[in-house]
Antibody
Framework: EVQLVESGGGVVQPGGSLRLSCAAS????????MHWVRQAPGKGLEWVSL????????YYADSVKGRFTISRDNSKNSLYLQMNSLRTEDTALYYC????????????WGQGTLVTVSS | EIVLTQSPGTLSLSPGERATLSCRAS???????LAWYQQKPGQAPRLLIY???SRATGIPDRFSGSGSGTDFTLTISRLEPEDFAVYYC?????????FGGGTKVEIK
């Protein structure tokens, strides 16, 4: 059974940093691209970032480019999102999601970790 | 980027009725790389349909997807009580991946 468990969320001041983690199990982690997708309170889904199975290719939404960095450690079956220069508009529930087969389609999602950016 | 517009914003229906949800893209979606998700309150999204019309693993056959190019439809043939939720379309044919704003299917 695919399991994705996010952690690392919390309250941070504008301009601050936070590192999210996602622990994956139930599938061969390095065979699949992975996503971060976020959802502001009461709002819709916004794709944030994608990383290939080997970690060699990364992609970002324009809204986070230059501030967020996605990475993975395949030896630990773990996905990360380093978030710097945080803004109030980054407040959201951040989901980690597995790609169906590295085509840009999330199929399994974690339960999310909440990031609140507030002074 | 491709903008996806979902309509209606809210659909009020009774159990047993048919639901028809629309997703329109600002430009053609490559290779019909269009997916649909269901999200219930407090839960993560669940993949229903991918490739415009293929059901994901374990999805009941009352859910069906159709369309191509810029116009796509999710149909729920007979609403069950557990189907009342928010539905999102997503395109993954062009970078960046984008989602529609969602359609809420509520009990009338």
């Amino acid at each position: 059974e695919v399991q994705l468990v996010e952690s690392g969320g919390g309250v941070v001041q504008p301009g601050g940093s936070l590192r999210l983690s996602c622990a994956a199990s139930g599938f061969t982690f390095d065979d699949y691209a992975m996503h971060w997708v976020r959802q502001a309170p009461g709002k819709g889904l916004e794709w944030v970032s994608l990383i290939s199975g080997d970690g060699g290719s990364t992609y970002y939404a324009d809204s986070v480019k230059g501030r967020f960095t996605i990475s993975r450690d395949n030896s630990k079956n773990s996905l990360y999102l380093q978030m710097n220069s945080l803004r109030t508009e980054d407040t959201a529930l951040y989901y980690c999601a597995k790609d169906i087969s590295s085509v840009g389609l999330p199929d399994y999602w974690g339960q999310g970790t909440l990031v609140t950016v507030s002074s | 980027e491709i903008v996806l517009t979902q309509s209606p914003g809210t659909l009020s229906l009774s159990p047993g009725e048919r639901a028809t949800l629309s997703c329109r893209a600002s430009q053609s979606v490559s290779s019909s790389y269009l997916a649909w998700y269901q999200q219930k309150p407090g839960q993560a999204p669940r993949l229903l349909i991918y490739g415009a019309s293929s059901r994901a693993t374990g999805i009941p056959d009352r859910f069906s997807g159709s369309g191509s190019g810029t116009d796509f439809t999710l149909t729920i043939s007979r609403l069950e009580p557990e189907d009342f939720a928010v539905y999102y379309c997503q395109q993954y044919g062009s970078s960046p991946v984008t989602f529609g704003g969602g359609t809420k299917v509520e009990i009338k």
